[in-house]
C-alpha cells in the first residue's frame, strides 16, 4: 500500500521557503497573499511494516527540532487554498531517489521492482484568493505544466480527517505490445517520406529520406540484411538511428555546408566548402604549424572538449555547451541539464579529467519585460529565475565553483533564450603511462553503460534542438538532471581511471546510446550491443527508445574483457549501477540486438558519411543603418547612472552569490572584488594544485548587438573583448586558447526563413572574422559548438535571436601571485588609459539608450591589441600595475565609475587627455565603445618604469585616484563636466537586479 | 608518531581536497576515504585521531541538509561486522579525538546528535541548521568573534576570524530556550557573526547571512574537541584565498583558516600520541 508522510514546519518557525515563494507571487503575478507556507510529502509506494515506515517519518524525512510529521493524515491547517505540486509520471524526482535509498538504508532491504517513492509539496496560501487565482499561481509560478502536475483545495473542501488521497506518479506499463520492433515502409512518396519524418520527430530533409529511401532498396544492401536477419524494410531503431547521428545537433550539418557566398559591396564570390574546415579548423591548424614545439593545443576538435598544456604533469580541458531548447521549455531543468551535461563532457575528454570550474552566460530578454506574450513563451523573468536555480543547484551541488559568467539582455531572447554552461577540468599528462587526452576503444572490449537508468525523458532532445520551437515540441525533451547520482558516477570513474580499468570513455549526451556507442565504436569498426540488457527506469520502453533516450548521468565506457570483473566490482561497492550491453567489434556494422534478435544492421560508413551536404545561398548586403544626430549634453551624470543601471552594465551580484565560486579552493581572482567585495572582476583565476602557483585564467566576449551592424566586427569584438578580460587579470597572452560557441537564428532560406540569404551571410562574416583575428591574436580554437535553430514560430509571430557569438578563452598566469583586480587601490594613484578612442558607438549601450543602433561599429586593430596586451602582461610580471579594467558596455564612463567604486575611491580625470582620433565630443569621448582599451591604475612611484614598458604605444595619463569618493571629469573646454558621488553611481549599478 | 587526520567523502562531499590540504599544511598526515572503503570494513576511524567531516550537499541534501547522510552513517552497516560507521564514531569520541564539521559536515554533526551533545549525549538532536532567512544560497566572506572562554580546542588563543560562508542551510536553531541558554553558558557558542567593525555578534544581514540564533556559526561539545561551523576555515588557508589579497599587501602569507587545523594537531601531540 501506499503511505503518505508528511513534514511541517512547525508552527513558531519561520518558513523561509514559503516566504520567498509569497515574494515571487507577489512579483511575477501581481497577487499579495498574506502568506504562504509549506509541506513536504513523501509517498512511499512499497512494502513496509507502520513500524518502518515511523521510523522514516521520524527519522531521515524529517528534522524533530522544527518539523512536526504524519502519516496518512494532513498536517494542513489555516489556510485559504492549497496547491499541492507533484511530477508526472517517469519525471526525474531526485528527492524521492534520495528517499528510497534512506528507507533502505533503514531497513536493510532493498525496494523491490516498481516501488518508489514520490514527492510532492503542499503550499497553504493565505489571503484574498479563489480557485482561479489559486490555478494562476499553480501554472504560472509553482509548477510547469510539462512535467508536473497541481491539485487545488479550497479551504472548505478539505478533508481534516484523510487529508488528500495518495496519488502515485507511476508510470503506466502499455498493454502488451504487437510487435516490439516496428519496420517502416519507405518504398512511398516524397510526401509520404517526409509525413514519416514529422510524425517520428526525426528531423529528416526529403533529401535526406530518399538517401535513406535508396539505400533500403539497393539489393546488396537487402542482401547483406537477410544474412543478419532482417527485411528490406528499416526497423525503426534504424531510422531512429540515423535521424539521431544526422541531426544538425550531432552532425552540424550547416557548419559542414557548401556554401554560395556573395558580398554585394565588393562583388566577392566564394564557394565555401563547410565553414568548420574553412575558417576553424584551418586557424587552428596553421597555427600550431607556426607555434611549432611551442604549440599549446594538446587535443583539438576530435574528443567531447579540447585540450591545451598547462604544466609538465597537467593538461587543461574546456568545453562550453548551449542548452537553449530545453531551457525555452523548462528553465530549472533545462539549466541544471545544461550544467550536469557539459560536466560529463568534460570529465569525459581524453582518459577522464577532473573537473575545475563551471562558466555560465545567459542572454535573456528583460525580466521586466510587460508586453504581450505570444503563446507558449514563458515570462522572461521566469526563465530567468529558473535558469539561474538550475544552474544553482547543477554547478553547488557538483562541487564544482562557479567563476565567470555574463547576463547578456534583447528584447529578441524572449523567442529563445541562450544558456550557455562551460567547463573546465584538470587530466594528468600522463595515464598508466599514456597521454591522458588520448583513448582508443580496442575490438573485443566490452560496451559498459555507467551510471543512471533509462527512460522516457530526453526522447528526441537531438532532434528537437535542430528545429525552431514550435506547437508540437516534445515534452519528453525536457529533463532533470541528478547532480549526485552523477557525482557518485564520477568519483568511481576516477578511481577506475587510474587502475587502468577502462580503455576509452565517453558521455551518453544527445542522441543517447546510439550516438555515443555509435561514435565510440568508429575506433575498432563496429559494434554489438544488446538492447534489453540496459537497466530501465521502468517497464515498457521500446527498443528504439532505449537506444537514443538521452535519460541524464550516464557514461559509456570501453573496458578490456580481462578488467571486467574488477571494474563491476568496483562499481557495486561504490553504489554506481554499471552495465555490459555488448562489445566493440571489426565488422564494419552497427548491430543491435534486442532479446537475440538483430533490430539494426547499418553499415558504419553510410551511418556516418551517408549524410549529404546541405548546399546554402548566401548573400551580403550590410543593413540600411545610419549614424544618429545626438546634442552633446552639458552634464554626464544622469546619462552615466542609466547606463550603470541598464540592464547589460548593472551588477549581477545577486546572481553570483547564489554560485559557490570558491569549492576547491582555487579561485584567485573571484567573480566579486573590490573593498567591499561586489566589484565585477574581468575573468577568474583558478589556482588548481596547491603544490603549485600555476593558474588557469578564464574568461569570455559576447556582443550581440553589434550583429545588427555587422557580425564581422559582432566576431571580432567577442574575441576581444574575451583577451582583453583575460590580459586585464594576468592571463599569458601567448598561452591561449579560444573556444566558439555560435547560437544563430536559421540561416537556410526557405519558405520559413525568406532572410535566410542575409543570415547565411552574416554567418559566413562571423567565421571569416574568426578566422581573421584567431590567426593575427594567435589564439587556436580547441573546441566549439553550434545551436542554429534560434527562433520561435508559432501562426504569423516570428522571432529570431540576433546572431550570437561566445567567445570564450582558457589560458595560463604562471604565478598566480602576479594577477591584477579591477578595484582602484590607493589614492594618489595615476590613471591610465590604453588605447586609442575613436567615433564607434555603433551598437552602444550610449545609442541604445537612446533608442539607436548607428553604423560606426568598433573596429578590432589585432596588431596593435597584441603589443597592448603583451606589454600589459610585461607590466604586470614587474607588479607595475595596481588595477586593471576592460572597457566595454558604456566605454570609458562606466570603466571609472566602477573602477572608483569598487575601490571605495574617487576619480580625476581630463578628458583632453585622452589618445582619441579628432573631433570627438565629451559624451562620444565617455561612453565610445572602442575595442582593445584598458584602464590601468599604477602606483605614482612606479610612473616611469609604467610608461617605459609601454613605450610607442597609446597610452595616456588621464588623471588621478582620490580619497573623496567623486568621480570627477574636466571637459574638452577645460570645464567641470561631471561631478558624481560614487555612492550614488554605485546605487544605480547596484539597483536593477538587486531583488531577483 | 604521526597525527593521522581523515576526511569522509563521497556521496556529495565537495571540499574534501581542501580541507585535507589544510590537514597536511597544518602537519598532519591525512587520507581521504571514501565512504565506500569504510562500509566496505578496509578502513576504519579507529586508525585516525582526527576527523574532518567536508562541506558539500550529501546525497544532494535531498531530504534536508545532511538527512540522508546522517541516516546512512546510523544505519549502513559495515561489511563483515554488525556496527555501523556511527558506532566507530562514538568510539571515537570516546577515546577524546578531535572531530570538526565544516558546513554539511557541520549540519551532518548536528542532526547526528554529536552537537551540541548536551550532558555528554552525542546521540539526540537538540539544534539544527535550517534555510537561510534570505530562502537561497548564498556565497559570502563573513566576520567572526571568537568566545575566548570556549572550551573548543580548534579556536585556541584566535579573536577574530574571516571566511566565507555557501551554503542554503545555515540558520542555526537550537530546539528551545533552554538547549540556547546551555550553549550560551558553557562558552558552547564558539564563533558568531559580528559587525567587522565593532565585532559585535549582530543579527543584521548580511553581515549575519541567514539570521542564526543569537548569531551563532559554530559550536562545540562540552569537551571542546567536537566542533562544528558553517564558515569554511580550509577556504582561507593561503593570502591569495582572502578576497582582498590584491589590495592588502600586508596580509601574512598563511591565512587564518590554517590556526584552526594547527591548534587541532598541536592538541593531538600533546595530548594523544
Known sequence: MAWRILAGLKDSVRDARGERVRREIREHLGIDLASVRTIDIYTVDAQLSEEEVQAAAGGPFCDPVIQDVAINRPLARDFDILIEVGYRPGVTDNVGRTAKEAIQYLTGRPFLAGEGVYTSVQYLLKGKVDVAAAERIA???????????????????????????????????????????????????????????????????????????????????????????????????????????????????????????EDTITGEKLEINSLFKSYIVRATRELRERAGKNDICLSVFKDNAGVIRFTDDWSLVFKVETHNSPSALDPYGGALTGIVGVNRDSFGTGMGARLLFNTDVFCFASPFYDKPLPPRLLHPRRIFEGVVEGVEHGGNKSGIPTVNGSLVFDERFAGKPLVYCGTGAIMPTVVNGQPGHEKRAQIGDRIVMVGGRIGKDGIHGATFSSEELHEGSPVTAVQIGDPITQRRMFDFLIVARDRGLYSSITDNGAGGLSSSVGEMSQDTGGFEMHLDRAPLKYPGLQPWEILISEAQERMTVAVPPAKLDAFLTLAREMDVEATDLGHFTDSGYYHCLYHGNTVTWLPMDFLHEGVPQLRIPARWVPPAVTEPQLTSPVECVEILKSLLGSLNVCSKESVVRRYDHEVQAGTVVKPLTGVVNDGPSDAAVVRPLADSFAGVVVAHGICPRYSDIDTWHMTANAIDEALRNYVAVGGNIDHVAGLDNFCWCDPVKSDKTPDGEYKAAQLVRSNQALYEYCMAFGVPLISGKDSMKNDYQIG????????????????????????????????????????????????????????????????????????????????????????????????????????????????????????????????????????????????????????????????????????????????????????????????????????? | MKVKAIVIAGNGTNCEREVANACRLAGAECDIVHIAELLAGRKQLDDYHFLNLAGGFLDGDDLGSAKAGANRLQHARVAGSSETVADQLQRFIAAGKLVMGVCNGFQLMVKMGLLPALGGDHRTQSATLTFNDSGHFEDRWCELVVDPSSPCVFTSGLERLYFPVRHGEGKFMPADAGVLSIIENQHLAVVRYCDPAGGEPTMEYPWNPNGSTAAIAGICDETGRLFGLMPHPEAYVHRTHHPRWTRQPDLPEEGMGLWLYRNAVEFIREKLL
Open chain 1, 139 to 261: 501554472a504560472g509560478f509553482l509548477a510547469n505544466g510539462l512535467i508536473q502536475r497541481w491539485t487545488i483545495v479550497p479551504a472548505a473542501d478539505f478533508d481534516r480527517v484523510r487529508g488528500l488521497p495518495a496519488s502515485i506518479p507511476k508510470v503506466a506499463v502499455a498493454a502488451q505490445q504487437a510487435a516490439p520492433v516496428q519496420e517502416i515502409d519507405l518504398d512511398v512518396s516524397d510526401a509520404e517520406l517526409m509525413q514519416i519524418s514529422r510524425a517520428g520527430m526525426l528531423a529528416l530533409t526529403l533529401e535526406e529520406m530518399k538517401i535513406i529511401q535508396s539505400h533500403a532498396a539497393d539489393p546488396q544492401v537487402q542482401a547483406a540484411r537477410r544474412v543478419a536477419g532482417l527485411g528490406a524494410k528499416l526497423t525503426d531503431c534504424e531510422l531512429e538511428a540515423l535521424a539521431q547521428t544526422w541531426s544538425e545537433h550531432c552532425k552540424h550539418k550547416i557548419f559542414a555546408a557548401r556554401i554560395d557566398y
Open chain 1, 796 to 996: 504569423d509571430t516570428k522571432i529570431s535571436i540576433p546572431p550570437t557569438l561566445l567567445f570564450s578563452v582558457i589560458g595560463k598566469i604562471d604565478d598566480v601571485r602576479r594577477a591584477t583586480t579591477m578595484d582602484a587601490k590607493t589614492p594618489g594613484d595615476l590613471i591610465y588609459l590604453l588605447g586609442v578612442t575613436r567615433d564607434e558607438l555603433g551598437g552602444s549601450e550610449y545609442y541604445a539608450l537612446h533608442g539607436h543602433i548607428g553604423r560606426n561599429v568598433p573596429e578590432v586593430d589585432a596588431a596593435t591589441a597584441l603589443a597592448r596586451y603583451r606589454a600589459v602582461n610585461a607590466a604586470q610580471a614587474q607588479g607595475l600595475i595596481a588595477s586593471c579594467h576592460d572597457l566595454s558596455d558604456g566605454g570609458l564612463g562606466v570603466a571609472l565609475a566602477e573602477t572608483a567604486f569598487a575601490g571605495g575611491c574617487g576619480i580625476d580625470v581630463d578628458l583632453r587627455r585622452i589618445d582619441a582620433t579628432r573631433g570627438l565630443s565629451d559624451d562620444r569621448l565617455l561612453f565610445s565603445e572602442s575595442a582593445s582599451r584598458l584602464l590601468v591604475t599604477v602606483h605614482n612611484e612606479q610612473r616611469a618604469a609604467f610608461e617605459a614598458v609601454f613605450a610607442g604605444q597609446s597610452c595616456a595619463c588621464i588623471g588621478r585616484v582620490t580619497a573623496v569618493p567623486e568621480l570627477r571629469i574636466v571637459s574638452l573646454t577645460g570645464t567641470m563636466l561631471t561631478v558624481a558621488s560614487c555612492d550614488e553611481l554605485k546605487a544605480a549599478w547596484l539597483a536593477p537586479l538587486k531583488e531577483l
